[in-house]
């Protein structure tokens, strides 16, 4: 056996290498360099923590997330791997402990905030110590025309300049096309080899709602399908998350905020308690998320329209990273998209990266209206095809039904051009419905043909004008506080040259179950009560540690312990997820109690019978 795959399994507790993380393995063992695109959840960090334990000396890891280093370096440690960090957050009594174990060569893993890798008394130590590889992590930080841009990043070359002969890594769970060839190229990897894993990710359930009121609509989703489970809620505003985390707080959840205007304590508070309890929901902005390892979040639920499909993958892509089911939920109305539509337009960038911008979101909103599989749009996106409708996303489960939206749309495309393309949706939709509103009747449209004109009602007129904006038959002119304006595709849809069907309106009593279920439910019923025990066990022993209860074991290493049964060490070292170490710490226990539990059980059913 090689000795990767003893690692893998003495120390991690898995029997067999993933997708390409063997390839990735050798490539780096051998000293050459890397660059993976993997979606997250792939298991990328296997691919860097693997080879640095086999080469002679410490991998050095980059990564921007400081917050998360000391849960990383706890998890190692748990699977009886020396790791260690270095940062601002530690006392300089730590850091020098640090230096002094990798001057001794004792760690196998340094992990290291961008910041200080670059700084010259950080490469001075390098120079004395024995050095297996650099793995930089979040490596589309480099690009400057993403979201992420981080200008350190850029300057990294200088570790590869000092220390050329040292095999490199660079990890990202998102890039397209041209974000790996800028990778490429400001990390001077261009002799690297090319990882790029598919980004299907097959246990995420994809849904888009469309309509109003977007909370009450996340309610529902969340008491029928997630009313214990944790997750993630993205707002676009601090404002909506502080509002949306009371909301949710008040109906009895526990929701913590997270977004860059609260102070770093409370921050690093929200997410500890995020990782460490089970079933917390945070409401944050984007600022919240990245590189979260946290495995069984169950749902990811979009309140806003995210920017572009990069940012909407990456954020869902949070959800089951233990490749259990879980949802991606977004509901998204007429507001959302006047409101992305006026961030476009009032952004100062030049004109060609406003060009970039502006097809990114319209792949968004094309993404949203669509009547199609979602997934199927979503790998085309990012140059993948997948032959066949995937089967788990809301339009392939239950097909949307359309209607002929041509003789409405000439209504309302009229009654914008009568009143002088002057006026906002809201004003429009009430001129349409024939409400004698102040306004109307002073500007004297309650004289017009189109007043009082249609049979839809409020809803359905919003649903209408929402997707004439999306498929860019009007645009709100935010010069002009929102006042909706014709393009001229309306040209054809006036004079008759062409019918529009649309998606029909949502009612929002209609509320379909998504299949997911969580990893427990799947189990044989007569497990279930075991399975929760084993987690409130887990909890207690996460407690006594301090750490997060998946770091202890993951939800499906309970459930294989619930259907194995396994009654001595052998058997429970074939369950996988348990590592040497683990067995050690935790093997006896798990069999005493697995033991204790299944005799109780019989005795009750004796007792009953
Ligand atoms: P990424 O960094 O790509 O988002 P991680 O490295 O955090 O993903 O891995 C995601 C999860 O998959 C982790 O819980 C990890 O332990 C698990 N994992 C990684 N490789 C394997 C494997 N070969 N077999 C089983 N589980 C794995
Ligand atoms: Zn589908």
Same mark, same amino acid.
């Given at each position: 056996? *090689?000795?990767?795959?003893?690692?893998?399994?003495?120390?991690?507790?898995?029997?067999?290498?993933?997708?390409?993380?063997?390839?990735?393995?050798?490539?780096?063992?051998?000293?050459?360099?890397?660059?993976?695109?993997?979606?997250?959840?792939?298991?990328?960090?296997?691919?860097?923590?693997?080879?640095?334990?086999? +080469?002679?000396?410490?991998?050095?890891?980059?990564?921007?997330?400081?917050?998360?280093?000391?849960?990383?370096?706890?998890?190692?440690?748990?699977?009886?791997?020396?790791?260690?960090?270095?940062?601002?957050?530690?006392?300089?009594?730590?850091?020098?402990?640090?230096?002094?174990?990798?001057?001794?060569?004792?760690?196998?893993?340094?992990?290291?905030?961008?910041?200080?890798?670059?700084?010259?008394?950080?490469?001075?130590?390098?120079?004395?110590?024995?050095?297996?590889?650099?793995?930089?992590?979040?490596?589309?930080?480099?690009?400057? =025309?993403?979201?992420?841009?981080?200008?350190?990043?850029? #300057?990294?070359?200088?570790?590869?300049?000092?220390?050329?002969?040292?095999?490199?890594?660079?990890?990202?769970?998102?890039?397209?096309?041209?974000?790996?060839?800028?990778?490429?190229?400001?990390?001077?990897?261009?002799?690297?080899?090319?990882?790029? %894993?598919?980004?299907?990710?097959?246990?995420?359930?994809?849904?888009?709602?469309?309509?109003?009121?977007?909370?009450?609509?996340?309610?529902?989703?969340?008491?029928?399908?997630?009313?214990?489970?944790?997750?993630?809620?993205?707002?676009?505003?601090?404002?909506?998350?502080?509002?949306?985390?009371? =909301?949710?707080?008040?109906?009895?959840?526990?929701?913590?905020?997270?977004?860059?205007?609260?102070?770093?304590?409370?921050?690093?508070?929200?997410?500890?308690?995020?990782?460490?309890?089970?079933?917390?929901?945070?409401?944050?902005?984007?600022?919240?998320?990245?590189?979260?390892?946290?495995?069984?979040?169950?749902?990811?639920?979009?309140?806003? $329209?995210?920017? &572009?499909?990069?940012?909407?993958?990456? !954020?869902?892509? +949070?959800?089951?990273?233990?490749? !259990?089911?879980?949802?991606? =939920?977004?509901?998204?109305?007429?507001?959302?998209?006047?409101?992305?539509?006026?961030?476009?337009?009032?952004?100062?960038?030049?004109?060609?990266?406003?060009?970039?911008? %502006?097809?990114?979101?319209?792949?968004?909103?094309?993404?949203?209206?669509?009547? @199609?599989?979602?997934?199927?749009?979503?790998?085309?996106?990012?140059?993948?095809?997948?032959?066949?409708?995937?089967?788990?996303?809301?339009?392939?489960?239950?097909?949307?039904?359309?209607?002929?939206?041509?003789?409405?749309?000439?209504?309302?495309? *009229?009654?914008?051009?009568?009143? @002088?393309?002057?006026?906002?949706?809201?004003?429009?939709?009430?001129?349409?419905?024939?409400?004698?509103?102040?306004?109307?009747?002073?500007?004297?449209?309650?004289?017009? *043909?189109?007043?009082?004109?249609?049979?839809?009602?409020?809803?359905? =007129?919003?649903?209408?004008?929402?997707?004439?904006?999306?498929?860019?038959?009007?645009?709100?002119?935010?010069? &002009?506080?929102?006042?909706?304006?014709?393009?001229?595709?309306?040209?054809?849809?006036?004079?008759?040259?062409?019918?529009?069907?649309?998606?029909?309106?949502?009612?929002? *009593?209609?509320?379909?179950?998504?299949?997911?279920? #969580?990893?427990?439910?799947?189990?044989?019923?007569?497990?279930?009560?075991?399975?929760?025990?084993?987690?409130?066990?887990?909890?207690?022993?996460?407690?006594?540690?301090?750490?997060?209860?998946?770091?202890?074991?993951?939800?499906?290493?309970?459930?294989?312990?619930?259907?194995?049964?396994?009654?001595?060490? !052998?058997?429970?070292?074939?369950?996988? @997820?348990?590592?040497?170490?683990?067995?050690? $710490?935790?093997?006896?226990?798990?069999?005493?109690?697995?033991?204790?539990?299944?005799?109780?059980?019989?005795?009750?059913?004796?007792?009953?019978?």
């Amino acid at each position: 056996m *090689s000795q990767a795959l003893d690692i893998l399994r003495s120390r991690f507790g898995y029997a067999q290498f993933r997708f390409q993380q063997q390839q990735i393995i050798d490539c780096l063992i051998s000293g050459q360099d890397a660059l993976v695109l993997m979606p997250t959840g792939g298991g990328k960090s296997l691919c860097y923590q693997i080879p640095a334990m086999v +080469r002679d000396g410490t991998g050095i890891i980059i990564s921007p997330l400081i917050a998360l280093m000391q849960d990383q370096v706890d998890a190692l440690a748990l699977n009886g791997i020396n790791a260690a960090f270095l940062n601002s957050t530690q006392t300089l009594e730590q850091q020098r402990l640090v230096r002094r174990q990798l001057h001794a060569n004792e760690i196998d893993l340094l992990y290291v905030a961008p910041e200080r890798a670059l700084g010259d008394d950080f490469l001075e130590m390098l120079a004395d110590c024995r050095i297996a590889l650099f793995a930089i992590d979040e490596a589309h930080c480099v690009s400057q =025309w993403g979201h992420d841009f981080r200008p350190d990043y850029q #300057k990294l070359t200088r570790l590869h300049e000092h220390f050329p002969e040292i095999p490199r890594i660079a990890l990202t769970a998102t890039a397209d096309q041209r974000t790996l060839r800028e990778i490429e190229q400001q990390l001077q990897l261009q002799e690297a080899r090319r990882f790029v %894993h598919s980004f299907d990710r097959p246990n995420l359930f994809y849904r888009v709602t469309q309509g109003d009121n977007n909370r009450q609509r996340l309610w529902r989703f969340l008491q029928q399908n997630h009313s214990a489970d944790a997750g993630i809620v993205y707002c676009l505003s601090r404002k909506r998350v502080e509002e949306t985390a009371r =909301w949710l707080s008040d109906k009895g959840r526990l929701a913590l905020p997270y977004h860059a205007g609260l102070d770093k304590h409370t921050r690093a508070e929200h997410q500890r308690i995020f990782l460490q309890q089970e079933g917390v929901i945070i409401v944050a902005t984007i600022a919240f998320g990245m590189g979260i390892d946290k495995p069984d979040v169950r749902f990811v639920a979009h309140l806003n $329209l995210p920017k &572009n499909l990069e940012s909407y993958y990456q !954020e869902t892509g +949070r959800a089951g990273r233990d490749g !259990e089911p879980a949802d991606a =939920w977004m509901a998204y109305g007429l507001q959302d998209i006047i409101t992305l539509r006026q961030m476009m337009a009032q952004s100062d960038a030049d004109d060609q990266f406003k060009r970039v911008l %502006h097809h990114k979101m319209e792949a968004m909103l094309g993404f949203c209206e669509q009547t @199609g599989c979602r997934r199927q749009t979503l790998l085309a996106y990012f140059d993948e095809s997948l032959e066949q409708p995937c089967g788990n996303c809301d339009n392939c489960v239950e097909p949307p039904q359309t209607w002929n939206a041509t003789e409405a749309a000439r209504m309302a495309l *009229s009654c914008v051009y009568r009143t @002088g393309q002057r006026f906002g949706v809201n004003y429009v939709i009430d001129v349409l419905m024939g409400n004698a509103r102040d306004r109307i009747m002073q500007n004297r449209h309650d004289q017009l *043909s189109t007043f009082g004109i249609g049979d839809l009602d409020n809803n359905e =007129w919003r649903s209408l004008f929402r997707q004439l904006i999306a498929l860019g038959y009007l645009y709100a002119d935010i010069d &002009n506080y929102g006042a909706l304006k014709m393009t001229p595709d309306c040209k054809p849809l006036l004079n008759g040259a062409k019918q529009l069907l649309l998606r029909k309106f949502e009612r929002s *009593s209609k509320v379909v179950k998504s299949k997911t279920t #969580k990893p427990g439910t799947e189990l044989q019923a007569a497990d279930t009560p075991l399975f929760e025990a084993l987690r409130l066990h887990r909890k207690q022993l996460a407690q006594e540690q301090g750490v997060p209860p998946y770091v202890i074991l993951h939800d499906k290493t309970l459930a294989a312990i619930c259907e194995q049964r396994p009654d001595s060490i !052998e058997e429970l070292e074939l369950i996988p @997820g348990i590592g040497a170490r683990k067995l050690e $710490l935790y093997g006896e226990d798990l069999i005493q109690f697995t033991r204790q539990y299944s005799r109780d059980e019989l005795i009750l059913a004796d007792e009953t019978d």
